[in-house]
Nanobody, 116 residues
Framework: EVQLVESGGGLVQPGGSLRLSCATS????????MTWVRQAPGKGLEWVST???????AYADSVKGRFAISRDNVKGTLYLQMNSLKPDDTGIYYC??????????RGQGTQVTVSS
């Protein structure tokens, strides 16, 4: 069974940092591009960042320079280091496999709240 389990969310003040993790199992993690997406309150899903199986990473303009995606293929875990957080970063963060395809798989998400 394929599983994606996010963790690391929480409440943080503006300017603070969080590190999200996505533990996976049930598939050959290292062979897949993995993606972080988020959903702000009352809005749709927004792409945040993707890390390809070959080591290439891409970021939404809204997080470029503040967020860093990485992965540990031995542990089957995807990470998102989030720095200089802003209230607009508030939302539920999901990791996903096959983002943009009909076979997309997504975890249950972890809540990130940026507020003073």
């Amino acid at each position: 069974e394929v599983q994606l389990v996010e963790s690391g969310g929480g409440l943080v003040q503006p300017g603070g940092s969080l590190r999200l993790s996505c533990a996976t199992s049930g598939f050959a993690f290292g062979r897949y591009a993995m993606t972080w997406v988020r959903q702000a309150p009352g809005k749709g899903l927004e792409w945040v960042s993707t890390h390809s199986s070959g080591g290439y990473s891409a970021y939404a303009d809204s997080v470029k320079g503040r967020f860093a995606i990485s992965r540990d293929n031995v542990k089957g875990t995807l990470y998102l280091q989030m720095n200089s957080l802003k209230p607009d970063d508030t939302g539920i963060y999901y990791c996903a496999r096959d983002w943009g395809s009909p076979t997309v798989l997504r975890g249950q998400g972890t809540q990130v709240t940026v507020s003073s």
